[in-house]
């Protein structure tokens, strides 16, 4: 009698080739997304900006900020994608975009240059911040340090504070080279072409280039005034911080007075923040980058989008910083 083992049939290996396709196709696409996370050039499109649909005209406003490099300042614009714009050699301090034209304030190895349109009308030592321009172009306003011992530019400390008695207000006219002493305070800018806000000892003053009138409109000697002037893109809202406190106060400011109408509880972990006409726009640390938050006067924050941390963000730039 003829005996045997039957021979059993061979299984089938296609699910397994299958198995090991989708887990390589699945590696193969993170491999990808990280390294266009990691490998994308700062100087060319920024491919992972999130920014939520509908919501883009918001950042639209917005130049980002990257003082990442020392010595250097590269500025992105949002249009869809973030491109960088323009690279600066310098520390930028503050800089303010309008119509007629750009103002900044520059720092490069202890030195500190004001420039207008390009050109570089002043030139020293001497600490600057909270540059401003006229609407017609014709005068520039800013803070000058009067004891600069303890100086932290905006570029490496956005929130920081400063002590209004170690500043002074200064008026500047290129064309003519003349100046305009102000007195004691920070956080100046141009309602107007012939009236100037600032922060002086005693609160928020208006003071009237013509007259030489200044006038006390707000009362505040302890609010926290930032080193960065936080004013509208319009000039119209003015804001400091209440004293002891996270709550941003901000004002309609006119010629003729300022008046309160909202305040705004900042959230935490906040690296940076500007003033829009109607809503504060902040950056936040997220982890694995900054998301780039909206949030309207009295109200609270919501996301807008995020930006990757090879970026360098650290700052907001709306028409002034």
């Known amino acids: 009698m003829e005996t045997g083992i039957a021979a059993s049939a061979p299984r089938s290996r296609k699910p397994l080739y299958i198995g090991l396709g989708v887990a390589f196709g699945i590696v193969l696409i993170i491999a990808l997304a990280i390294g266009l996370y990691v490998f994308t050039p700062a100087g060319g499109p920024i491919r992972l900006q999130i920014f939520e649909a509908g919501r883009t005209e918001a950042s639209q406003k917005i130049t980002f900020v990257s003082d990442r490099e020392i010595g250097k300042t ?7 994608t973030a491109k960088e714009t323009e690279v600066v050699e310098s520390s930028i301090v503050s800089t303010v975009e309008r119509e007629n034209g750009a103002a900044r304030i520059m720092q490069r190895d202890g030195i500190f240059q004001v420039v207008v349109d390009g050109t570089v009308v002043i030139e020293d030592q001497t600490p600057r911040i909270g540059i ?17 011992s303890s100086f932290v530019s905006p570029a490496e400390s956005f929130q920081s504070s400063v002590d209004r008695r170690s500043w002074e207000v200064i008026v500047y006219e ?25 922060m002086t000892l005693e609160g928020l003053a208006i003071r009237d280039l013509e007259s030489e009138e200044m006038r006390i409109v707000i009362q505040d000697e302890r609010g926290r005034v930032s080193a960065v002037t936080l004013v509208s893109p319009d000039h119209s809202v ?9 709550t941003l106060r901000t004002y309609k ?11 705004t509880e900042v959230p935490g972990k906040i690296r940076s923040l500007s003033l ?14 900054v998301d780039v938050l909206k949030q309207p006067f009295g109200e609270k924050a919501e996301r807008i989008g995020s930006l990757p941390s090879q970026m360098g963000v650290s700052r907001i730039l709306l028409g002034s910083l």
């Open 74 to 80: 590269t500025l992105y614009r949002y249009d869809g």
């Open 174 to 198: 290129p064309a003519t080279k003349s100046t305009i002493t102000l007195g004691t305070g920070a956080s100046p800018f141009f309602v107007d072409d012939t009236h100037i806000a600032l």
């Open 132 to 148: 401003d321009r006229s609407p017609d172009g014709t005068r520039i306003v800013f803070a000058k340090a009067i004891d600069a």
């Open 276 to 289: 829009g006409d109607d809503a504060l726009y902040l950056l936040q640390g997220n982890g694995w980058g």
């Open 238 to 246: 003015f804001a400091w911080y209440a004293a002891g406190s996270k």
């Open 253 to 263: 400011v006119t010629a003729g007075g300022a008046t309160l109408f909202s305040e």
